[in-house]
């Protein structure tokens, strides 16, 4: 039975989509003509040398230094992109400044929404570009942030891009130990980070925190402290240490950029290291550049002057991502704190007064507001909103329908999925085809993604592997500090000779949407059927007594396996036999007798990953008896005290033996 349509683009809205007007111009310029979608589609990734240099030629990329070919014959993770070409990333989102819009506008738990003028972030960034001059900054070294999504890791991030230099960053709900994981791998010579932050109402000291971070960075040569808890903050007592007002004052030089070969680092991001060391996964300069136009301006139909706005974290891919739709001409809207705080309305209200145009978010703050019951378009004028995001997990049917009956019925919810490890989606919008319930609308132009079964074969209308068969440009360069790409084909390349599998479950429709169904390492391999963990979520939110739940499968000895689901019951709630009754039953007619748990067990709290995913697969570990030292990495999860509750239950599992 073919899902419901929930939105169809209507003739102006295709028209006047930034996709209509590129596929013009391969009209026009290359004599390509593509009728729909699918066509098109088909073209990028059977003819990726042609598509690629397209998207170069198109958005006008700025070589310095002509290129020799567009992609080399190199199997993936070795393939060339652009050799001979000389770029820099900011360059390209500072020829956008205008006088008309601000090129940021900002607000938080404690300020209120504010602008940042073009002319304002140019001035800020040569002044610290001087700053980083003057410290030696050279191409190649990395300088690390511990910033919240505030206008000045925007200022950090395109100052350091702009010279060359590698830029990194994590949140500062990252605990120190956490934090000194990532950065001491990539060895940083500057620091840059704040005195604390807010969050929920409650205040953040982290000083002692930056203090002993940056004693355990050897290569550090400065520390810049951000006074964003106490304005009045002084750093007579620290150590190579200067504040942030002395390094931005106004300089007589003009910002410039330093032209950098196509694969330069541009930036570091980090796996979520649950069970390991993070590792660090490196982005070029030219792959990024090439791959956030495409995405933000053709997949997302960002527009000139429009207002968008994402909710995230210094610590999450989609903070870069955020910052990047700076290339699209775009006024960027930041927010700094928690987005239940002082209700879950907050962003919404966010979104009214900032009148965004293109709101991004997460599947589960999503399914928050639906199970909260509250009503953004009855509460605030969006009449401003274009389009909807969600990405992080996989987002239920249920929450496409809350979106067009509670957001905006003619909203354009263009989910989307893809990862740190290239900084963009495998699969998202589509301005041309209609939103069908439950469906992201299709996979990525240039992005060869397929589901795979056992066998390496391509299969449509049916669960498999979600695999890359082609290289793609914004596909990291390196790990850094992996000589001979050691961890880099173990993550991508250790199942199917040559092509990139993403760990993810996917299902192509007959439509060409996609329907992400969970990580395929946490796969519930029941009876010797397969079951995403999407689909058990997807049907534990119908139960209104429940706020949030986690599941693991446990192959045991002879054949046999015990599948525990365990949920945190909402405030006032028992997990009552009544309850557990209600849980099985839904579980059995939405999904199959198969989802059905062995034991539905209550805990207090679900583990995630500061990146705010579930961590099944560590919780997996610890359940089948492996020591919670080696299953999970303390410092990448979110809430460690939540982990106590699974090593003790642990204990009990083995008490049946």
């Known amino acids: 039975m073919e899902p419901r349509v929930l939105w169809t683009p209507s003739a102006s809205f295709r028209n006047n989509s930034n996709l209509t007007q590129y596929a013009d111009w391969l009209k026009q310029k290359l004599g390509l003509s593509f009728n729909d979608y699918s066509s098109l589609w088909k073209w990028s990734v059977e003819f990726p040398a042609d598509f690629w240099k397209s998207i170069s030629d198109y958005f006008g990329i700025i070589h310095h230094s002509p290129y020799k070919s567009v992609m080399s014959d190199d199997a993936m993770p070795h393939t060339k992109w652009f050799e001979g070409s000389t770029l820099n990333y900011a360059e390209h989102v500072f020829r956008n400044a205008n006088k008309e819009n601000p090129a940021i506008l900002f607000q938080s738990e404690r300020h209120t929404l504010s602008a940042t003028t073009w002319q304002e972030l140019e001035q800020k960034t040569a002044a610290l570009q001087q700053f980083f001059l003057q410290q030696g900054i050279r191409p190649g070294d990395r300088i690390a942030g511990y910033l919240p999504c505030i206008p000045e890791a925007t200022i950090c991030l395109l100052a350091a891009l702009s010279l060359g230099a590698v830029w990194t960053s994590c949140s500062p709900d990252f605990g120190s130990g956490s934090v000194m994981d990532r950065f001491q791998q990539v060895e940083p010579s500057i620091l840059i980070a704040v005195d604390g932050y807010t969050y929920n109402g409650k205040r953040f000291d982290r000083k002692e925190d930056v203090r002993k971070i940056a004693a355990s960075i050897p290569s550090l040569k400065k520390t810049v402290l951000v006074p964003y808890l106490d304005k009045g903050l002084q750093v007579d007592t620290w150590s190579n240490t200067v504040l942030w007002d ?50 933000l301006v053709l997949q997302n139909d960002v527009k000139k002057g429009e207002h968008f706005f994402w909710f995230t974290t210094t610590g999450w891919m989609m903070w870069n991502f955020i910052n990047a739709a700076l290339l699209a001409g775009a006024t960027i809207v930041l927010y700094d704190g928690s987005p239940g705080y002082p209700g879950l309305d907050v962003l919404w209200k966010l ?13 589960p703050y999503i399914m928050a507001c639906k199970k909260s019951g509250i009503s953004p378009e009855h509460s605030f004028n969006l ?56 469906e992201i609308q299709g996979r ?209 599992i083995n008490d049946r033996k």
Request: aromatic share 10%; proline share 7%.
């Open 383 to 438: 009449s401003a909103l274009r389009s909807v995001s969600s990405t992080g997990s996989p987002l239920p049917p249920e929450g496409f329908e809350y979106v067009y009956e509670n957001i905006k019925k003619d909203v354009w919810l263009c989910s989307m999925s893809g990862g740190t490890d290239v900084c963009t989606a495998f699969v998202g919008g589509n301005p041309w085809a209609p939103v069908y319930e439950g």
């Open 444 to 652: 990525a132009l240039g992005c060869e993604l397929y589901a795979y079964d056992d066998d390496g074969n391509a299969m449509e209308d049916e669960v498999g592997e979600m695999v890359i068969a082609k290289a793609m440009p914004s596909m990291p360069v390196f790990f850094w500090n992996d000589p001979g790409f050691k961890k880099y084909n173990e993550s991508y390349f250790d199942t199917y000779a040559g092509v990139w599998r993403h760990g993810d479950w996917v299902k192509i429709t007959p439509r060409g949407g996609v329907v992400i169904l969970g990580r395929s390492d946490a796969t519930l391999n029941r009876q010797g059927v397969r079951i995403g963990t999407a689909e058990v979520y997807r049907a534990i939110d119908n139960i209104s007594q429940v706020k949030d739940s986690l599941v693991v499968n446990i192959e045991q000895p002879g054949g046999g396996d015990y599948m525990p689901l365990f949920v945190v019951m909402k405030e006032g709630e028992k997990l009552s036999d009544e309850v557990k009754l209600s849980i099985k039953n839904t579980l059995r007619s939405a999904c199959s007798p198969r989802h059905v748990p062995d034991e539905i067990i209550e805990t207090e709290d679900i583990p995630y990953t500061i990146s705010g995913k579930k961590m099944e697969t560590p919780v997996k570990k610890i359940l089948m008896g492996k020591p919670a030292e080696k299953s999970v990495n303390r410092g990448s999860v979110r809430n460690p005290e939540s982990l106590a509750f699974f090593i003790r239950f642990a204990q009990t």
């Open 246 to 295: 002395d390094v931005i004052r106004p300089v007589k030089e003009p910002l410039r950029f330093i032209p950098v070969a196509f694969d330069h680092p541009a930036w570091i991001l980090y796996s979520s290291g649950t069970t390991g060391m993070p590792k660090a996964i490196t982005h070029s300069h030219g792959g990024v550049l090439l791959e956030h136009y495409k995405y």
């Open 351 to 363: 979104a009214e007064t900032a009148s965004v145009q293109h709101f991004g978010t997460s599947a």
